[in-house]
Nanobody, 126 residues
Framework: QVQLVESGGGLVQAGGSLRLSCVAS????????MGWFRQAPGKKREFVAA????????YYADSVKGRFTISRDNAKITGALQMNSLKPGDTAVYYC???????????????????WGQGTQVTVSS
């Protein structure tokens, strides 16, 4: 069983940066793809980014490509989402998620991820 805990959310002005962290516990976290999702009020949860267990492959939603960077440190069993050039439209609760990495294309559907954190609020003011 993998447990995920996010931190690092907060209030930031447009154009600013935030770094979200995800600490994992449980066996063999390095065998999991780690992803980030977000959910704005009144909207469905949407995929943001994912990284393979080796860290060699990354995938981003078009809306964040070039602004957000996903990373992980398997030695410390942590992951991170560096968010730069933030926009008011990035305001949402951000969730860390994971699924077993069997290779192939990255999964982007909410129901394709087996493990979830509790979420952390990110608010970007204009």
């Amino acid at each position: 069983q993998v447990q995920l805990v996010e931190s690092g959310g907060g209030l930031v002005q447009a154009g600013g940066s935030l770094r979200l962290s995800c600490v994992a516990s449980g066996p063999s976290f390095r065998n999991y793809v780690m992803g980030w999702f977000r959910q704005a009020p009144g909207k469905k949860r949407e995929f943001v980014a994912a990284i393979s267990y080796s860290g060699s492959r990354r995938y981003y939603a078009d809306s964040v490509k070039g602004r957000f960077t996903i990373s992980r440190d398997n030695a410390k069993i942590t992951g991170a989402l560096q968010m730069n050039s933030l926009k008011p439209g990035d305001t949402a609760v951000y969730y860390c998620a994971a699924y077993n990495d069997y290779g192939g294309n990255f999964r982007t559907g909410e129901n394709e991820y087996a493990y979830w954190g509790q979420g952390t609020q990110v608010t970007v003011s204009s």
